[in-house]
C-alpha cells in the first residue's frame, strides 16, 4: 500500500524562489502525515522552474520517476496552463517533465498558453500520468473542454482547495463528472504550504515507482479516496500561514 498526494507544490508562491529549506518543511510534514509519497506538480511557469529541479538532483538520489527525499517519495511533474482555461497536472520521469517545460518555454505567459488539444498530442507519446486539475472550480473549470479531449485525460483531481471553498460535496460532484467521462477522480491537496499535507490522500494498493504504475493502479480502479475530517483546518490554517509568509517577504 501507497498513501499518496498527486497534487502538491514545492515553493510558497509562484513569484518566490525555490528554497530547500521550505521544501524540507514540506517533505516533513508530508511524512508526518502518513503519506509514503507526493507528486510535486509546480507550476510550469513558476519563477526559475529548472533551477528547482536542478537543486533536486543535486542533493536527492533519484529512482524510477521519483526523488528519495528523507525516505519520502517525491514524484516529478508540473501543472500547466492551457488556452482555453484550465489546468492539467503532468507526473512522469524528470526527463521527460524537463524536455516538455522546454518545449512549452513559448505558451508560458498569459496571453500564449497552449491549446489544451495540443498539450494532449504533444504528452501522447510520453509515458506520463495526466490528471485534470480541479475539473470544477469556478476561476479554472474544465466542463467547458470538448468531452472527447477530455477523455484522453487518466484522471479528475478531487482538490482539497475546492472541498474547503465549495463543501465536501464538490468530491461527489467531481467524481459525477469524472464517471460522465469514463474517467476515475483522485485527489490532490494543492499544498504550498506544509500545513495542507493530510487534507487528501490517496490510498494505492500497491506500492509504485513509476508515473506509468500509479496511472495503472487509478485507472483500475486499485485505490480509495480519503478525505480528513480536519480537512477546514488544515487548509484555513495552511492559507493563513501563507498569506502571513508572504507579507513577511514583502516587508522584508
Known amino acids: 500500500m501507497m498513501n499518496i498526494d498527486l497534487h502538491t507544490h514545492g515553493k510558497l508562491a509562484k513569484k518566490t524562489d525555490f ?12 511524512k508526518e502525515n502518513d503519506l509514503q509519497a507526493i507528486a510535486l506538480t509546480e507550476h510550469f511557469n513558476t519563477r526559475n522552474f529548472f533551477d528547482m529541479m536542478d537543486q533536486l538532483d543535486r542533493e536527492f538520489e533519484y529512482r524510477g520517476d521519483y526523488y528519495l527525499v528523507n525516505g519520502l517519495k517525491v514524484f516529478s511533474g508540473m501543472e500547466v ?3 482555453e482555461i484550465g489546468h492539467i497536472l503532468l507526473i512522469g520521469n ?9 518545449q512549452l ?11 489544451f488539444k495540443e498539450l494532449l498530442d504533444r504528452t501522447e507519446n510520453y509515458d506520463m500520468l495526466r490528471i485534470g486539475a480541479h475539473p470544477m472550480r469556478e476561476s479554472t473549470p474544465l466542463t467547458h473542454h470538448d468531452p472527447i479531449e477530455l477523455q484522453r485525460l487518466d484522471a479528475l483531481d478531487i482538490n482539497a482547495k475546492d472541498l474547503f471553498q ?15 467521462l469514463g474517467l476515475p477522480a483522485c485527489a490532490g491537496s494543492d ?33 480509495s479516496v480519503e ?4 480537512l477546514n483546518v488544515k487548509v484555513k490554517a495552511a492559507q493563513m500561514m501563507k498569506e502571513l509568509l508572504k507579507k513577511s517577504m514583502v516587508l522584508a
Not at 94 to 102: F, K, S, T, V
Not at 166 to 180: Q, T
Open 227 to 230: 478525505i480528513s475530517p480536519c
Open 19 to 30: 528554497s530547500m529549506e521550505y521544501f524540507l518543511s514540506m517533505a516533513r510534514e508530508a
Open 105 to 115: 518555454e513559448p505558451y508560458s505567459g498569459k496571453e500564449t498558453f497552449i491549446p
Open 81 to 83: 496552463d492551457v488556452a
Open 166 to 180: 465549495y463543501g465536501f460535496g464538490m468530491a461527489d460532484e467531481v467524481r459525477r463528472f469524472a464517471e460522465l
Open 191 to 223: 499544498s504550498h504550504q506544509p500545513l495542507q499535507f493530510g487534507s487528501v490522500v490517496n490510498q494505492l494498493q500497491e506500492n509504485c515507482t513509476t508515473a506509468s504504475q500509479i496511472r495503472d493502479e487509478i485507472r483500475a480502479g486499485r485505490y
Open 94 to 102: 524528470r526527463a521527460d517533465i524537463r524536455e516538455l517545460r522546454g
